[in-house]
């Protein structure tokens, strides 16, 4: 059974840093492209960053968080990272983690293999 389980979400102050962390397993980790997501209450479901599979040479961002946030990937434990600095209150949501085996980047939120059940995140201003 795939599980992907989110932690290190928390309340934090505008201008602090925090990382949320993704671990799976079940699944073959490194063969899938690994991304995250959010969700503002009364917002959809928004692209945050992505990273390939296997070394991950490539990532992606959404302009928002682009020089503030960084994925990363521990394919020996199995677990993406999101390393969050200089957060602002607009980042205040329920941030989810997603893997999918057919993509080069997880960008899109339809169609996607596994979905974690969120770790909430809330910045203070």
């Known amino acids: 059974q795939v599980q992907l389980v989110e932690s290190g979400g928390g309340l934090v102050q505008a201008g602090g840093s925090l990382r949320v962390s993704c671990a799976a397993s079940?699944?073959?980790?490194?063969?899938?492209?690994m991304g995250w997501f959010r969700q503002a209450p009364g917002k959809e479901r928004e692209f945050v960053a992505a990273i390939s599979w296997f070394g991950g040479a490539d990532t992606r961002y959404a302009d928002s968080v682009k020089g503030r946030f960084t994925i990363s990937r521990d394919n020996g434990k199995n677990t993406v990272y999101l390393e969050m600095n200089s957060l602002k209150p607009e980042d205040t949501a329920v941030y989810y983690c997603?893997?999918?085996?057919?993509?080069?980047?997880?960008?899109?939120?339809?169609?996607?293999?596994?979905w974690g059940k969120g770790t909430l995140v809330t910045v203070s201003s």
């Open positions: 079940g699944l073959s980790f490194s063969t899938y492209a």
């Open positions: 997603a893997a999918d085996r057919g993509r080069d980047l997880v960008i899109y939120a339809y169609g996607i293999d596994y």
